[in-house]
């Protein structure tokens, strides 16, 4: 049994991400940083299903507590399956985007990834076995118009994916991102209706969770030994 970590793991597709994970008989972590609750009902259908799951609360966007968080996890045994799902929008066309909503995306997105990832790194290497996994989108790949701040911060982890996965592949780490499209989740509520995504998706529907989830759990398995430091996309043909 490894041990698994997912980021935002109370939202839709971390969710689903973390039931499938949990079904490969790995024990995982449901992190949540506002709304716990929902960190405890993923576990609960996690348990309820048979699987080994714990919630845990912290701000990615703060060091100190991810530190404080994450080296209680990691003091007996490494964490050796990361899934960086947290993310945030904050959409707005550039000439009226506000500075925070510039900062708050990369902040998330970007030092999110930078102080969860720094903390597991050391006990993973050590272990001489990884699974990284990091949810882009399809935004970083082609733009988007009103998320210059999402393409950015999406763009600068793709960017990360292949810089560490060069640095670790040695150690038995791999380092992957998945861009998913549009996947039916609260991420796309408002922004696109049916007639939108049968004019722009040749498979004429939205994703669904548990499709991405089906490719994070195979990049997280031994079966993906020999792909590192790619960005994989799941769009439904849109790009």
């Known amino acids: ?13 971390g969710a689903a991400v973390c039931r499938r994970l949990a079904a490969d008989g790995h024990f995982v972590y449901v992190h949540a940083n506002g709304r716990p609750e929902r960190a405890k009902e993923v576990v609960d259908s996690i348990i309820a299903e048979g699987g080994n799951a714990e919630a845990v609360v912290f701000d990615i966007r703060d060091a100190q507590a991810v530190s404080a968080a994450l080296e209680l996890l990691v003091s007996d045994e490494p964490i050796q399956i990361l899934v960086n799902n947290a993310g945030i929008h904050s959409d707005a066309v550039f000439p009226g985007m506000a500075e925070e909503q510039w900062r708050s995306v990369l902040d998330v997105s970007l030092n999110g990834f930078y102080h969860v990832t720094h903390a597991l790194m050391m ?17 970083s790949l082609t733009g988007n118009r009103g998320q210059v701040n999402y393409a950015a911060a999406k763009g600068g982890l793709n960017a990360a994916t292949k810089s560490l996965a060069l640095e670790v592949a040695s150690r038995g780490i791999t380092v992957n991102a998945v861009a998913p499209g549009i996947i039916d989740s609260d991420m796309i509520e408002g922004a696109f209706d049916q007639a939108s995504i049968e004019r722009m998706v040749p498979m ?24 590192t430091g790619q960005i994989i996309s799941i769009n439904g043909g849109l790009i």
């Open 204 to 227: 004429k529907r939205a994703g669904k969770p548990e499709e991405v989830a089906e490719l994070v759990a195979f990049l997280s398995s031994h079966h993906a030994a020999y792909i």
């Open 1 to 13: 049994m490894k041990r698994a970590l997912v980021t935002g793991g109370s939202g839709v597709l």
């Open 123 to 139: 006990p993973m290497i050590r272990s001489r076995w990884g699974r990284i996994v990091n949810m882009s989108s399809v935004a």
